[in-house]
């Protein structure tokens, strides 16, 4: 099946500084990439809707300047947590589609 | 906005028990996906029911869509230990790509 692969992992950042994650689709194009927010013992929520080319659509509630995202290529979507705080600490999955959806790993977001 | 309500939660049952979970929605889907997912990791497909009143098996686990294909549930039969973790049903909108999760149901099995 198609693969979609997530960097990092894990990542630890201090309090007011920006992290970047990257979603990539290794074996196919993905004009359309998800990404999705998942806090402890909770299920995914869905953040966003990034389109290669144009602009993210983001669903209710989760603010576009504070999560940057950019879909430069067919084959990767990076979201960038700007001025992280604590409260954004959480499990963040990507998801891109060939005939269905496919995950990410995901990445452990902890904000000191 | 298309939700999907998932019951229980969190269940915790002895090994050997069988098991159901639902899934309801007040929209139609053009599929259904249950997944499960361990600590630490995406979610992984299990299976994808479309058609309207679709039963699929996965050796002891029984996936049903509904009729009006705005409900599903998993029955797993003879739980064991290995069947813990973190079961999520999702719709998918007309394209099959924006996939909404419900709230999950928790399993723990105990041997």
Sequence with gaps: GAVVSQHPSRVICKSGTSVKIECRS????????FWYRQFPKQSL????????????TYEQGVEKDKFLINHASLTLSTLTVTSAHPEDSSFYICSAAQGRAFFGQGTRLTVV | TQLLEQSPQFLSIQEGENLTVYCNS?????????????PGEGPVLLVTVVTGG????LKRLTFQFGDARKDSSLHITAAQPGDTGLYLCAGADTGGFKTIFGAGTRLFVKA
């Design chain 1, 26 to 33: 290794l074996d196919f194009q993905a004009t359309t990439m």
């Design chain 1, 45 to 56: 929520m869905l953040m966003a809707t990034s389109n290669e080319g144009s602009k993210a």
């Design chain 2, 26 to 38: 007040s929209s139609v889907f053009s599929s259904l996906q249950w997944y499960r997912q361990e």
């Design chain 2, 54 to 57: 679709e039963v699929k098996k």
